[in-house]
Structures are given as structure tokens and as C-alpha cells.
Nanobody, 124 residues
Framework: QVQLVESGGGLVQAGGSLRLSCAAS????????MGWFRQAPGKERELVAA????????YYVDSVKGRFTISRDNAKSTVYLQMNSLKPEDTAVYYC?????????????????WGQGTQVTVSS
């Protein structure tokens, strides 16, 4: 089992920044590729960013490219999502997830473990 705990969400004005963290425990963190997903009210959960086990490969959904950065610190068993130039449409519950796959993984069904989520609200 892998336990994931997100933190860093909150209320921010448009144009502001937040840094989400996801701390993992239970298994060797470097054996998992990681992803950040988000779900807004009435919408399906979508992948925002993903990172490979060694951190060398990343993926971003088009709507956040150039604004969000995913990174990981395997020594600290933590994955981060730096969010800059936030927009009201970024408002959602953000979840981190872990998959035993080596490479960047896009499909939600490939992720075995999920955090409880952290709310991000961007006001206009």
C-alpha cells in the first residue's frame, strides 16, 4: 500500500501562485511514477501533469503548459506541483496519484493509489 497526503491548496487571486505537495509513505517512492489530477464540480477528473519514476520525463495538459511545473524529490518521497499564473478555470480539487509504471502515465485507470485531494480556488 502507498499512502498519499496532499497539502498546499487554498484560495488565491487570479495571477497568483500555489505549490502543492504530496507526501508518500508505505512503499519505496522511487518505484512509482506520479500524477496530479484535478476535478472541478460537474466535470470529469482530468490529468494535469505526470512525472516518471526518475523525474526525467514529464507531461502537461495543454491548458497548464508554461504555468505549472511538476517535480519530485525521491529522497523526501514527495511530488510537487508548482502552479503559477493561476486562472479561475484552475479551480478544482487536486489529487495526486501513484502508479507502479516506470514512465509517464496518462490513463487514470493505471494509477493504483490516490490521495484525498486538496481544494484550489482561484478568484477573479
Amino acid at each position: 500500500q502507498v499512502q498519499l497526503v496532499e497539502s498546499g491548496g487554498g484560495l488565491v487571486q487570479a495571477g497568483g501562485s500555489l505549490r502543492l505537495s504530496c507526501a508518500a509513505s508505505g512503499r519505496t517512492f522511487s518505484n512509482y511514477a506520479m500524477g496530479w489530477f484535478r476535478q472541478a464540480p460537474g466535470k470529469e477528473r482530468e490529468l494535469v501533469a505526470a512525472i516518471s519514476r526518475n523525474g526525467m520525463s514529464t507531461y502537461y495538459v495543454d491548458s497548464v503548459k508554461g504555468r505549472f511545473t511538476i517535480s519530485r524529490d525521491n529522497a523526501k518521497s514527495t511530488v510537487y506541483l508548482q502552479m503559477n499564473s493561476l486562472k479561475p478555470e484552475d479551480t478544482a480539487v487536486y489529487y495526486c496519484a501513484a502508479t507502479p509504471r516506470v514512465r509517464v502515465t496518462l490513463a487514470p485507470k493505471e494509477y493504483n493509489y490516490w490521495g484525498q485531494g486538496t481544494q484550489v480556488t482561484v478568484s477573479s
